[in-house]
């Protein structure tokens, strides 16, 4: 099949917005390991179409239990656009970073720092955005610089953030979440993905020929699982699904985190997957980019929305995903067992 020369033009609006939204911070002159904090504002404003509030006002009791990770391999194979956590969902719009309760409908704007890759972990968020790869606390509203390093794909377990830092060649690098012991994994550039699955980071790399590698948290024992063209990918429960145009027939397929028991599941060319209910969601894009479904386990596809869908986030029983063809651009929420979205009462990614 080639390059996906088409998903670049279809999803023109999509890129789009991403380019206004990534916010590129200027080459490390030297190896960044001190936390600097900065309580400012960020220069760029944006409309205040929200009160900014500490989130002490927000956080009730029944909030539910705070994550152990930062996001869902699914989630972040997308972007982490949004991060989730109880019963909140956390989002940027322009440069502000707010919440939004899943629940009431209720809004509101946090601190004027919103930054890409959104993690949630407890009361801290961490993103990358004009400031490089920083934390805010969300009880404070304090703003901390991790590194200077623009970040993309950021995976936050076990007190490391792992990411792709696109100031040096798309190379996996590592740093504490206090700052410390910042370090780069590997020396391959070009990273396009990064997934952190139970101990190991899964990526894969563009240009070259978008081969797939997994290693140690540590940057040890780097073991290719597939040489060639694995486009996307993302993690769940044990099995890992890739589209896959270099196996034939070409499709998406599952196979275990070593490798293993490969399963064609579709031979529909695929992008942007998650998984909510028993169901691997998917962009079809033999069919115009429209909200297909399969199976986990493999079986009939099925068209879930005649409508082109960008970024597909999973958390509970809802999808949430960017309807580009909406002129407001709005985030739309939708229950995996359903084809009727909804919009969610939240400021558009552009304004």
Not at 137 to 160: C, F, H, M, R
Not at 218 to 227: A, I
Request: glycine share 10%.
């Amino acid at each position: 099949m080639g390059i996906n020369k088409g998903r670049l033009l279809t999803m023109v609006l999509i890129v789009m917005c991403v380019l206004v939204l990534t916010s590129c911070s200027s080459k490390n002159e030297a190896e960044v390991t001190e936390v600097t904090s900065s309580t400012a504002a960020i220069s760029e404003s944006s409309p205040e179409e929200t009160e900014s509030v500490s989130i002490t006002e927000t956080e009730e009791s029944d909030d539910g239990p705070a994550n152990t990770i930062g996001g869902t391999p699914g989630n972040i194979a997308n972007n982490s656009f949004w991060g989730f956590q109880g019963n909140k969902l956390y989002y940027r719009a322009n440069y502000d970073l707010g919440i939004l309760n899943l629940e009431t409908g209720e809004l509101k704007k946090i601190v004027n720092a919103g930054g890409n890759y959104i993690q949630v972990l407890g009361n801290e968020v961490y993103n990358s955005g004009l400031m490089g790869l920083g934390q805010i606390d969300l009880q404070t509203g304090e703003i901390k610089t991790i590194a200077s390093d623009s970040a993309s794909y950021i995976n936050a377990v076990d007190g490391w953030l792992y990411y792709i830092n696109t100031t040096d060649g798309n190379r996996v690098y590592r740093v504490k979440m206090n700052g410390e012991n910042r370090e780069k994994l590997s020396d391959l550039a070009d990273v396009e993905h990064l997934l952190y699955y139970d101990g190991q980071l899964y990526f894969n790399r563009y240009w070259n020929a978008w081969d797939f590698y997994k290693m140690n948290t540590d940057g040890t024992n780097l073991v290719m699982l597939q040489e060639q063209w694995i486009e996307f990918f993302l993690i769940h429960d044990g099995w890992i699904y890739v589209v896959d145009l270099n196996t034939e027939p070409n499709g998406i397929y599952r196979y275990d985190v070593n490798g293993g028991n490969r399963t064609l599941l579709t031979e529909a060319y695929g992008d942007f997957m998650n998984i909510c209910g028993d169901y691997l969601f998917f962009q079809n894009i033999d069919d115009g980019y429209k909200l297909y479904k399969v199976p986990l386990s493999g079986g009939a596809i099925e068209k879930v929305l005649d409508m082109n869908i960008g970024y597909i986030h999973s958390y509970g029983d809802y999808l949430y995903f960017f309807n580009p063809e909406d002129p407001d651009y709005r985030v739309h929420r939708m229950h995996y067992d359903s084809n009727i979205p909804e919009p969610l009462n939240m400021p558009a990614a552009i304004e």
